[in-house]
């Protein structure tokens, strides 16, 4: 059976989106659902709730350390990462964006191809070889 430590549980259960981590829990008064509109709704949403793609990376990896590199823990990671292989097949193919809204996780925001994305999620594969 799959167990998760309880900062694990933590950042899984309070931010973790399939497409990234968002910076601030949706219960928190200052969180931001939706990046978008003039320039000063998207600044002040920018860091408050918005869904990051590029700490994945680090979230996986620790993951996976804190569990000793299980074959649980690997097969538990890939299933997540099957979600971010559909997203690399939309707008710009191979890539993942920049962020993406924190209460709706589904439409990217942001740089569309956005590099530290995409090497992180890398990271991650190649640890899991």
């Not at 549980?9 to 990234?20: H, I, Q, R, S």
């Not at 292989?85 to 707008?91: I, K, L, Q």
């Amino acid at each position: 059976e799959f167990k998760i430590s309880t900062q694990d549980e933590t950042v899984f259960e309070k931010l973790y989106t399939p497409y990234g981590l968002r910076t601030l829990a949706m219960e928190d008064e200052q969180f931001h659902p939706f990046y978008g509109g003039e320039m000063m709704e998207r600044d002040l949403a920018y860091h408050q709730g918005t869904v990051w793609t590029f700490p994945l990376g680090a979230y996986y990896l620790a993951s996976l350390k804190v569990h000793d590199n299980s074959s649980e823990e690997k097969q538990h990671i890939r299933e997540q990462l099957a979600v971010l292989e559909a997203a690399m097949r939309e707008g710009c193919i191979g890539q993942l964006p920049e962020i993406y809204d924190g209460a709706n996780p589904t439409s990217s925001r942001g740089c569309f191809a956005q590099a530290w994305s995409v090497g992180e999620i890398l990271r991650v594969y190649e640890a899991l070889e």
